[in-house]
């Protein structure tokens, strides 16, 4: 791609992924609604992950600023250990799949990222966090789906694991008419706590 047809701007969001395990074990359970709800728009397997930050458009050269205090903030930070469970939906409309575990890291880690993108002279809409996995939205006017589904997977418990690494994502939001699509740019490991010198 060359420089005339670059974006000019990138949707990003800074994210924790499940494991492929994890994400096998609530696809196997979701399998037969997906067959019984077809007409939804389900969200790619690879592409779900737990939002920490929500940044939307951002000037692409703003992206390269927030590498390195992020990089820095996942080798001082241990993974936290999550687990998928239960279901529900936002406004009757938006399935997704709750996360246990380790809550209050999580929402620390959360903190710290959005702290460390601040410091980067990046302004964003501030959003509660809310630790859930987005799985499929129903079309308008389709009250029934999502909440029939979270209903059917409200007992479902996924095995715990650790969130190991801490995800730039960037995503094709409104760039056409397909599915959206989400792409690393870059990931970082979740050190164990213990900063070490650069």
């Known amino acids: 791609m060359n420089e005339q047809t670059r974006p000019a701007t990138v949707r990003v969001f800074i994210a924790l992924a499940p494991p492929d395990h994890a994400k096998e074990e609530l696809a196997r359970e979701l399998g037969p609604a997906y067959g019984t709800h077809p007409h939804l728009r389900w969200n790619r397997i690879e592409d779900w992950h737990i939002t920490l930050?929500?940044?939307?458009e951002l000037p692409a050269g703003t992206v390269p600023l927030l590498r390195r205090p992020l990089a820095d903030l996942a080798a001082g930070r241990r993974p936290p250990g999550l687990a998928l469970r239960g279901s529900g939906s936002f406004d009757d409309r938006v399935l997704w799949s709750g996360v246990e575990g380790d809550l209050g890291?999580?929402?620390?880690?959360?903190?710290?990222?959005?702290?460390?993108?601040?410091?980067?002279?990046?302004?964003?809409?501030?959003?509660?966090?809310?630790?859930?996995?987005?799985?499929?939205?129903?079309?308008r006017g389709d009250r029934t789906s999502a909440a029939e589904i979270a209903e059917g997977l409200a007992g479902f418990t996924g095995r715990r694991w650790?969130?190991?690494?801490?995800h730039l994502v960037g995503s094709n939001a409104?760039?056409?008419?397909?599915?959206?699509?989400?792409?690393?740019?870059?990931?970082?490991?979740?050190?164990d706590g213990s900063r070490t010198g650069a």
């Open 162 to 166: 650790p969130a190991e690494r801490l």
């Open 105 to 139: 890291e999580l929402h620390t880690l959360a903190a710290d990222v959005r702290s460390a993108v601040r410091n980067c002279g990046v302004t964003f809409e501030e959003r509660p966090l809310r630790p859930h996995l987005t799985l499929a939205r129903a079309r």
């Open 53 to 56: 930050a929500f940044l939307g």
């Open 174 to 191: 409104g760039r056409g008419k397909g599915p959206i699509h989400y792409r690393d740019i870059e990931s970082w490991a979740l050190g």
